[in-house]
């Protein structure tokens, strides 16, 4: 499995842009890139996934070097909403599909 | 249902008791998946479902633990004579397909309490 490196902890300002950093540096040629999100007291939430290219969707972006050993969650206007464990995943193909999702970073909004 | 429901939402379990805690996964949903979150840390992976079929149980922590899905829809987790170590929250998820590129909807969980 790939081993990943994410900040214990994070701040942002309301309104203002986040990116939330990950290095996955033994990541495996097909493995897709996850990112999850857990609010308080809920189930993880999905949030963006990619390969190779950058990603958009409603919710963030998602910026992969070249090398793809690391990536960024961009999460272009923090609301107090996206308080939340940002979880960084690497996903092997053969295993099953299940998740290891570490310790992740927590958000903190700051209103 | 429009999402991944769990029950119960809380369980406090003495010591030694025996726990059952239902899945039920959206609709037409061919991978269920559970894991067991303690406090603090990141969910870890327990066991994984297509269909009625258990393809890998190699994270149930030991034999007490046994996960059930008889009809390829709701699942059950089972645990046995619970002990304290056995209190985190339990999250089921569930997946269209289970393969690379599909998100997995998660339930709320269910918070089990061993005293």
């Known amino acids: 499995d790939a081993k990943t490196t994410q900040p214990n902890s994070m701040e942002s300002n309301e309104e203002e842009p986040v990116h939330l950093p990950c290095n996955h540096s033994?990541?495996?040629?097909?493995?897709?890139i996850h990112w999850y999100r857990q609010l308080p007291s809920q189930g993880p939430e999905y949030v963006i996934h990619g390969l190779t290219s950058n990603v958009n969707n409603r919710m963030a972006s998602l910026a992969i070097a070249e090398d793809r050993k690391s990536s960024t969650l961009i999460l272009h206007r923090a609301t107090l909403r996206d308080a939340a464990v940002y979880y960084c995943i690497p996903t092997p193909r053969n295993t099953g599909n299940q998740f290891y999702f570490g310790t992740g970073t927590s958000l903190t909004v700051i209103p | 249902g429009a999402g991944v429901s769990q029950s119960p939402r809380y369980k406090v379990a003495k010591r030694g008791q025996d726990v059952a805690l239902r899945c039920d996964p959206i609709s037409g949903h061919v991978s269920l998946f559970w894991y067991q979150q303690a406090l603090g840390q990141g969910p870890e992976f327990l066991t994984y479902f297509q269909n009625e079929a258990q393809l890998d149980k190699s994270g149930l922590p030991s034999d007490r633990f046994f996960a059930e899905r008889p009809e390829g829809s709701v699942s059950t987790l089972k645990i046995q004579r619970t002990q304290q170590e056995d209190s985190a929250v339990y999250l089921c998820?569930?997946?269209?397909?289970?393969?690379?590129?599909?998100?997995?909807?998660f339930g709320s969980g269910t918070r089990l309490t061993v005293v």
């Open positions: 998820a569930s997946s269209f397909s289970g393969g690379q590129g599909y998100g997995y909807t």
């Open positions: 033994t990541i495996s040629g097909t493995d897709y």
